[in-house]
């Protein structure tokens, strides 16, 4: 998700992936998700003190009386989630890939906590990356969804600036769906955190999609129910 335009987006990836490319595609992919009480240790590789306190203040929504897991913040690179601001864009690998990522690298990135920054956007950002690191896909992609895509106007708008992303980016990203046995899914939830925008110029048919900043209520149902 982005902070402050609807033509950022972040991008979703396993490992092996170079960290200044572009990745593949919320559900739950099942094979990347962690033990119900695993505890999820996190450090920062780079950033100012203001950065790092808002990712600290709003990331632990989804622990906090939801998803059965603790997030330890330490000092050291010795962790599961290594947290970068320096690298475009913001990103994060999916739910436990992060085991198989060198410790010198990265697992998620906020390209958008820029000086200034509001709370709300902000907190869209973060949850959004950290939705991806307990192993949610992007709702869009998920295959009880129907979008009846108007794919020029989507692959007209990506394959400009800010993004310029490549078609085969553009394909994994917004239009390839997860297959249904990959995944612990509800029906397409509009509300969700992992919710792309939507703008009305990139459907042929159906109602937009906003910029959703908060955890919905299914967001809070399913990953209860994930991580009991």
């Not at 890939?97 to 010198?104: A, E, F, G, L, S």
């Not at 906590?113 to 690191?133: K, M, N, Q, W, Y």
């Not at 490549?166 to 955190?193: C, E, G, K, W």
Request: net charge neutral; with cysteine.
């Amino acid at each position: 998700m982005c902070p402050n335009d609807t033509k950022q987006w972040c991008f979703a990836w396993y490992a092996n992936e170079a960290l200044d490319g572009k990745e593949k595609r919320a559900g739950l992919i099942k094979d990347k998700k962690w033990a119900p009480g695993d505890t999820i240790t996190i450090s920062f590789l780079d950033g100012t003190d203001e950065q790092k306190n808002l990712v600290k203040k709003f990331a632990p929504e989804w622990v906090t009386n939801l998803a059965n897991l603790r997030f330890s913040w330490q000092a050291g690179p010795n962790t599961h989630i290594r947290i970068s601001f320096k690298y475009k864009g913001s990103w994060s690998v999916i739910g436990t890939t992060c085991k198989t990522v060198p410790q010198n690298q990265p697992t998620m990135n906020f390209g958008w906590l820029t000086p200034g920054v509001s709370d709300d956007e902000a907190r869209r950002v973060i949850l959004h990356e950290f939705g991806h690191a307990l192993g949610l896909i992007h709702e869009h992609q998920n295959p009880m969804n129907q979008i009846d895509w108007n794919k020029p106007a989507v692959i007209a708008d990506l394959s400009g600036p800010p993004n310029n992303w490549d078609q085969a980016t553009i394909q994994h990203n917004m239009f390839d769906a997860y297959a249904i046995s990959d995944l612990n899914a509800t029906p397409v939830d509009r509300q969700s955190i992992m919710m792309y925008p939507l703008p009305a110029s990139w459907l042929k048919s159906g109602s937009p999609v906003g910029l959703n900043a908060t955890l919905s209520t299914t967001d809070k149902s399913f990953v209860r129910a994930q991580y009991p």
